[in-house]
């Protein structure tokens, strides 16, 4: 699995990803299950909101091989502020609508 993972903008002066990576990394959570081994092709955020910019960055990741789209926590779940993004929905649509339905989604890390 080629994983490119995308965070809030608003999480990160706040959160390095160290939880993200570590569950990819071990393969808990939201990778529970994978058997294959788990590249990290890159790391951006959204952007800022809307969020308009997470859909070309995650382009950008398929075109450098990324097979999944990884949503961090901080957008869908809004770890670790406890507040999710309120345009996660709509994000997430416009990626999967973006980079097609072979590249597989994960809307959450832990």
């Not at 091989?65 to 999710?84: R, Y």
Request: aromatic residues 2%; contains cysteine.
């Amino acid at each position: 699995m080629k994983v490119g993972l995308i965070r809030c903008m608003q999480t990160e002066d706040m959160c390095p990803g160290t939880t993200c990576l570590k569950v990819m990394k071990e393969k808990k959570l939201a990778f529970e299950g994978i058997e294959e081994e788990i590249e990290v092709i890159g790391v951006n955020t959204c952007g800022g909101c809307p969020g308009k910019k997470a859909v070309t960055r995650a382009a950008e990741m398929v075109k450098r091989g990324a097979d999944t789209i990884v949503l961090a926590s901080c957008i869908k779940k809004g770890t670790p502020i406890g507040f999710a993004c309120p345009h996660a929905e709509k994000m997430e649509e416009a990626i999967k609508k973006r980079v097609g339905n072979d590249i597989k989604i994960i809307d959450y890390t832990h």
